[in-house]
């Protein structure tokens, strides 16, 4: 594999299957294509429920690949997300899950926030976890 001297890039695949695999391992799932879309569609709706300034914060400390899977397709004019309930934050991430729904979707979300939990500060976990209404702080804990 071609590298270019950047350790930061080189290793962001790495990085991003290590994300994958915790997820899949803390879900039993085998397919990390699943994984991915989970990853995706969660990470997005974070992202849109936050304030344009808290997702650059937690942006900021994701890593390289994960990053831009945030920031895909994002306009932030159009943040945050009205309404932001819990459970249009369900709804919007089962959608993508049409043809093999979740089997406990709040369980999935929460391992998202959870695999999230351990890979960014405790301080940004908690200033993005409070910005959330309480209903959706509770699939944090």
């Not at 899977?69 to 932030?76: C, E, H, I």
């Amino acid at each position: 594999m071609a590298t270019t001297g950047i350790k930061t890039l080189d290793h962001a695949p790495q990085v991003f299957a290590e994300w994958l695999n915790q997820l899949c391992d803390d879900l039993g799932w085998p397919d990390k294509s699943r994984a991915y879309l989970l990853l995706h569609e969660t990470l997005h709706a974070i992202r849109d429920f936050l304030s344009v300034d808290e997702a650059a914060d937690l942006a900021a400390q994701l890593p390289v690949l994960v990053r831009g899977v945030f920031y895909a397709g994002w306009d932030p004019s159009k943040t945050p997300a009205k309404p932001r309930s819990k459970k249009d934050l369900l709804a919007r991430i089962e959608a993508r899950f049409d043809k093999d729904p979740l089997d406990d979707p709040e369980r999935a979300v929460a391992a998202v926030f959870d695999l999230l939990r351990r890979h960014v500060s405790k301080g940004e976990f908690d200033q993005v976890k409070n910005a959330m209404r309480k209903p959706i702080r509770d699939l944090w804990d």
